[in-house]
C-alpha cells in the first residue's frame, strides 16, 4: 500500500490524527478480484473502508443483469448507509483486483464519528457528491444524447482515477461496454457508436483493461463541460 489516496476520498479529506486512528479501527483483510465485499440486500451493518482497492458498485435489475452504479477505490469508504440506519445494502460491491479492506462493525465506527466530528462531516460531504453525482446523471439522460453523456463520464472516471502518461490520461479499470452503457443510461449498440466516434476523433482509446484519454479537452468539448481552469 502506497498510502497515496485521492483528495476526493475520505481518507484524502481527513486531517492525518483522524485518519490514523480510523486506519487503526477494526479489521484488515485481502480480497481476491472477483470477490463479492457486501452484496445488495444482506442485512448487515458494518462498513468497509478501501485501504488499497479498486471496486464496482452495481445493483441487480429485473431482467438479472448488473448495472454498473459507481467505481470506489482506494481511500473511499462504503456501506456507511447501513451502518448509520440499519436497512439493507442498497447495492453489491466487488472487488476488482487483490484488495486491502479494513472492516469496522457498525458500534466501533459509530465510536469512531462521536470522537471524530471532522469525520463525521467529510462523510456527509462525501454522501452528498453521491447523491449530486447520480442527480446530475439523471438530468444528463434527459437533456443530451448518448455522445455526450459518454463523454461526460469517461471525464468523470478520467478525472477521479485516471494517472498521466505520455500517451495521455490512462484509466486501468476493466469495464465493459455493457458496464459504461448503465453508467450511461444507454443501449449497448448507441454506447459502441458513440465510443467508436471518439475513437475515430482520436480523443478516446480503448484498451483491454480500460482506456486511455489521448486528448481530455476534446472530451471536455464532447461532453459540453468547459475546459479546466
Not at 20 to 44: H, N, P, Y
Not at 175 to 182: C, N, V
Request: aromatic share 4%; proline share 3%.
Amino acid at each position: 500500500m502506497n498510502g497515496s489516496w485521492s483528495a476526493q476520498s475520505l481518507l484524502g479529506r481527513l486531517e492525518p490524527a483522524a485518519r490514523d486512528k480510523l486506519l487503526a479501527v477494526g479489521v484488515a483483510k485481502t480480497v481476491g478480484s472477483g470477490q463479492v465485499i457486501m452484496r445488495e440486500g444482506a442485512e448487515e451493518t458494518f462498513v468497509v473502508l478501501l485501504e488499497n482497492a479498486i471496486t464496482k458498485v452495481t445493483i441487480g435489475l429485473s431482467d438479472g443483469r448488473q448495472a454498473l452504479m459507481a467505481i470506489r477505490m482506494s481511500g473511499d469508504l462504503v456501506g456507511e448507509i447501513s451502518a448509520l440506519n440499519g436497512t439493507p445494502r442498497s447495492a453489491t460491491v466487488t472487488a476488482c483486483q487483490q484488495s486491502r479492506i479494513r472492516i469496522l462493525h457498525r458500534a466501533e465506527f459509530q465510536a469512531y464519528l462521536r470522537s471524530h466530528p471532522d469525520a463525521a462531516m467529510a462523510i456527509a460531504g462525501i454522501v452528498a457528491d453521491k447523491l449530486r453525482w447520480s442527480n446530475g446523471r439523471r438530468t444528463d439522460f434527459a437533456l443530451f444524447p448518448v455522445k455526450v453523456r459518454l463523454a461526460r463520464v469517461l471525464s468523470d472516471i478520467a478525472g477521479a482515477y485516471g494517472r498521466r502518461a505520455p500517451s495521455g490520461v490512462v484509466v486501468d479499470l476493466h469495464i465493459t461496454q455493457a458496464e459504461l452503457g448503465t453508467l450511461c443510461g444507454a443501449a449497448e449498440a448507441s454506447l459502441q457508436k458513440a465510443m467508436k466516434e471518439l475513437r475515430a476523433a482520436d480523443i478516446v482509446e480503448q484498451r483491454y483493461r480500460g482506456f486511455v484519454v489521448r486528448d481530455v479537452n476534446a472530451l471536455r468539448e464532447a461532453a459540453h463541460l468547459g475546459l479546466p481552469m
